[in-house]
């Protein structure tokens, strides 16, 4: 594949159809620009700060954009919230939908066909095979991004962090706690 | 089109491997066909786009990565946009008889292009049909073409969870129709409702369907 992409590519630059600076550029942004330390942040506010996290939950793309995050695969967003009785699990079962300005790119496996066939179908399964197991009597939600609104997971602020700082509880927000495939 | 992309509810593909954070692209031309797809000049949009991966006949599209994919389809719109030729493809040199375009993104344009806020909410006359809380059934409609309707929700009743104003409607925008918006909806169905009996009576499964997709239950 290395080979026939590097040739394609030497064609439309060839071609003047693409700026090879720009493909650079694009690739920067996936690689360093946009990512889960992003929805981390996020998720540290609204744990810190109720008047945010009520914001968030009613107009997650507003109040994403607050802390600067906002584009393509972002227009419309939408934040679920775990707690003791509810746990989210996101998920596209079409094809890849994923929120790329707070999480980035998706992890190979959400892309891939076993997380989609089953995540709908076997979510207890699914989390447990991440290494999480749910109590029968909590409530599981999945959410299956079918069109042009994007989720994201609040997840439960662990035990015994009421002394940490905003940054130092942004680096305990996983990504797959905020696709619900794992707790906190 | 009730292809193998459909695949919610179905079992015996395997388990997902989990995998550390931290990599956009698990290989550099990844990287390069993620980019080349969102600079190339093609004619396109978001639906359009995933339809063309939809095509892929289902064996390879099960068989093939997800950024294979991806080449696959942005090298069938070169072509058939007329942008690039096949001899052009195959051998990786440009016919020194075409034209040279001039590159529509260029390198400083890319961060506002990629952080612009865009929408697919549009203004509509007609009211929403429906409000939430209320029964509605998933239409049991079989399209050729592109769809957000999946199979496993057609012919199962949920509830309106939340009304989301109007979408550009898929299976218009992807087939050249205009963006041809329509009321978007959450609905809610239980995974009973979905799965059986068997399945946790507090689970649920809620997805973003378009009216067309729904009935009053």
Known sequence: MALRVKALESLLVEKGLVDAAALDAIVDHFEHKVGPRNGARVVARAWIDPAYKARLLEDATAAIAELGYAGGQGEHMVVVENTAQAHNLVVCTLCSCYPWPVLGLPPVWYKSSPYRSRAVIDPRGVIAEFGTELAEDVEVRVWDSTAEIRYLVLPQRPAGTEDLSEEALAALVTRDGMIGTAKL | ?217
């Open chain 2, 1 to 217: 089109m009730n292809g193998v992309h459909d695949m919610g509810g179905m079992q015996g593909l395997g388990r997902p491997e989990p995998e550390p954070e931290g990599h956009a692209f698990h290989a550099a031309w990844e990287g390069r066909v993620h980019a080349m797809s969102l600079a190339s000049p093609t004619r396109s949009n978001i639906d359009a786009g995933r339809h063309q991966r939809e095509l892929i006949p289902g064996p390879e599209y099960l068989r093939m990565s997800y950024y294979e994919k991806w080449f696959r389809s942005l090298s069938d719109r070169l072509i058939e946009q007329g942008l690039v030729t096949p001899e052009e493809l195959a051998t990786g040199q440009a016919d020194p008889a075409a034209p040279r375009a001039t590159p529509r993104l260029l390198a400083p344009d890319v961060e506002p292009a990629l952080n612009r806020r865009g929408s697919y909410v549009r203004e509509i006359a007609a009211p929403a049909r429906f409000k939430p809380g209320d029964a509605v059934r998933a239409r049991n409609i079989h399209p050729d073409g592109h769809t957000r309707l999946p199979r496993y929700v057609r012919g199962r009743s949920g509830l309106i969870l939340r009304v989301n104003g109007a979408h550009v409607f898929p299976d218009s925008h992807a087939h050249g129709q205009g963006e041809d918006p329509r009321p978007l909806y959450t609905v809610r169905f239980t995974a009973q409702e979905l799965w059986g009996e068997a399945a946790n009576p507090r689970d649920s499964v809620s997805l973003d369907l378009w009216e067309p997709y729904l009935e009053r239950a």
